[in-house]
């Protein structure tokens, strides 16, 4: 089992910008696929990005292409989430999600392992 710790999220106003963290421990983290989920109020989760094992292959939700970037630091077990340009519908609780397959998916259900989540707040 692997345990995922978010960091970074924090409240930021309307075109800036947050790097969200999520670290690993426990299994052997380089061989697992990686996802960023989020979930606002009253809303269902949502896929937000992937990262396969290797990383250059990357998903991304419609809502986060050309403004979101996902990468990952195997050496550090840590995969990071740069967004940009935040907007106010950006607002939720954000999760990291770890898959035990080199290869990454855009569904919630693929995934093993979960963090607890960070909130991110951005004010109009």
């Known amino acids: 089992q692997v345990q995922l710790v978010e960091s970074g999220g924090g409240l930021v106003q309307a075109g800036g910008s947050l790097r969200l963290s999520c670290a690993a421990s426990g299994r052997t983290y380089s061989n697992y696929a990686m996802g960023w989920f989020r979930q606002a109020p009253g809303k269902e989760r949502e896929f937000v990005a992937a990262?396969?094992?290797?990383?250059?292959?990357?998903y991304y939700a419609d809502s986060a292409k050309g403004r979101f970037t996902i990468s990952r630091d195997n050496a550090k077990n840590t995969v990071y989430l740069q967004m940009n340009r935040l907007k106010p519908e950006d607002t939720a609780v954000y999760y990291c999600?770890?898959?035990?397959?080199?290869?990454?998916?855009?569904?919630?259900?693929?995934?093993?392992?979960w963090g607890q989540g960070t909130q991110v707040t951005v004010s109009s």
């Open positions: 999600a770890a898959r035990y397959t080199v290869l990454a998916s855009k569904e919630i259900y693929d995934y093993d392992d």
């Open positions: 990262i396969s094992w290797v990383s250059s292959i990357t």
